[in-house]
């Protein structure tokens, strides 16, 4: 069961128009919900260049080892509003339409060759890029893949050409590449690593595959993680119901397309409305009227509302511990291993969802990020002090932003330190020891089956 994809935290519900202009209280006021606004952040539709923090560190610092976790692009919606007509995106790739790239055409070329890329099992039979004239349920988009070109070169100019992470002669053993069973995810995978790597060689690609869509591998047995999970979704069911504004909005939706209120709200509505707000579609009409922006701005509201009281309440932090355990102990001991002076996996690469990403930075305590949006990336940077070779240091990057300081085990160590990162040892008993002592236990094992105090 996913939660519902939920947005980022700017809020207190109220709508600015219609406040008296009184002065806020600086410490209690929260700002005001601006829906359209956190909308037009998750679309992430590439226009400008983005400026990024990836790759900073003082000149005498060597940069070890790169891990990177994305969610997928853009996509067309893995819901329909029942009796609506779908939104008209084309999934066609077509290097001379809006938003492109300029190796978009490069890319197309070399995806429809491909046949020596090693793939796990059902990997090899997906396609390796969008190509419906009508996008299909989930579909990326090119917008979706000129999100990941962008990230890959981003990533390549800092990390390939500035720190020569790898070099011109790599091999498939520096690369550890790994993704979920979704075309989209395969897809922004291969974008991003086409214009990442020096070249792109496809018998150098070996993605494995990922069943879990939080990367659990074999250590996926928690029932605990279960148990605060079916929490969280009480809890989301019960701010929903409360919500009279929302309520409305949703019976006069399913008035307008004429069917029960219980049906529309099953059929998520908020994921199809955000393709078309993405791709600037107008919304859906029938005989009987017409959805509109009112409808959208009170839906995604309620979301950024929901975002907010999810971070009070720590039913969700709880799970996240638990969900991400093993791909954060997985990263750790890789990470450990390149300290120790192993030379292989320096660059890394985990395509995956929002549902992957968002319990990642709730378990590392990053409770200012923003939701996931389309191709966010989420980034540790492995670096060898060069004047203490022994000494090892992370740091942590948000879409470009570093929030390395942001997370619960580093918070403190900024004030004592005069070094922008966090020591590697710092990330390593974490994950091996302190994300257990809200639950009173020492291991995963024990934490997956005992209830937090």
Request: contains cysteine; positive net charge.
């Amino acid at each position: 069961v996913h939660l519902i994809p939920v947005n980022p935290v700017r809020e207190d519900g109220l709508n600015p128009k219609s406040r008296k202009r009184i002065m806020p209280d600086l410490l209690t006021e929260p700002p005001a919900i601006d829906p359209v606004y956190e909308a037009r952040v998750y679309c992430n539709v590439p226009s400008i260049a983005e400026r990024s923090m990836e790759g900073h560190a003082p000149h005498y610092f060597k940069l070890v080892s790169v891990q990177v976790l994305i969610r997928h692009g853009d996509r067309y919606p893995l819901y329909a509003i029942p009796k609506t007509k779908r939104p008209d995106i084309d999934c066609m790739l077509v290097p001379s339409r809006k938003p492109s790239h300029p190796q978009l055409e490069a890319f197309i070329k070399h995806m429809s060759k491909g046949p020596a890329a090693q793939m796990d099992g059902s990997l090899s039979s997906l396609p390796r890029y969008p190509s419906h004239s009508l996008c299909e349920m989930g579909e990326l988009t090119q917008t979706g893949v000129v999100q990941h070109l962008r990230n890959g070169q981003l990533l390549r100019e800092i990390y390939i050409n500035k720190h020569r992470l790898l070099p011109g002669d790599w091999t498939a053993k520096q690369l550890y590449l790994e993704t979920t069973g979704k075309s989209r995810t395969l897809q922004s995978a291969l974008a991003l690593l086409y214009t990442f790597l020096p070249d792109f060689d496809w018998k150098k690609i070996n993605m494995r595959h990922q069943w879990s869509t939080i990367f659990c591998s074999g250590s996926c047995d928690c029932p605990m993680r279960n148990h605060y999970l079916e929490e969280e979704q009480r809890r989301q069911y019960s701010l929903r119901v409360k919500n009279n504004d929302l309520e409305k909005i949703y019976v006069d939706m399913a008035r307008i397309v004429g069917i029960p209120t219980r049906q529309l709200r099953a059929s998520n509505p908020i994921d199809s409305l955000l393709c078309y707000f993405c791709h600037n579609v107008t919304f859906p009409c029938t005989k009987t009227g017409c959805i509109g922006m009112e409808h959208f701005k009170v839906i995604k509201r309620h979301q950024l509302e929901d975002e907010r009281e999810r971070q009070e309440k720590q039913l969700y932090f709880l799970y996240a511990l638990l969900a991400t355990h093993p791909l954060l102990n997985q990263t750790v001991n890789r990470l450990q291993r390149i300290a120790e002076g192993k030379k292989e996996e320096v660059f890394v690469l985990y395509s995956a969802h929002d549902v992957t990403l968002s319990p990642v930075l709730s378990a590392l305590g990053i409770t200012e990020a923003r939701f996931p949006r389309f191709a966010a990336r989420l980034v540790f940077e492995l670096w060898q002090d060069g004047k203490r070779p022994k000494e090892h240091f992370i740091r942590i990057l948000y879409n470009g932003a570093d929030v390395t300081f942001q997370t619960s085990f580093c918070k403190d160590h900024f004030k004592r330190s005069s070094k922008p990162m966090c020591p590697l040892e710092k990330f390593v008993s974490f994950v091996k020891r302190d994300m257990f002592l809200i639950f009173n236990s020492t291991s995963y094992y024990d934490a997956c089956r005992r209830r937090a105090l």
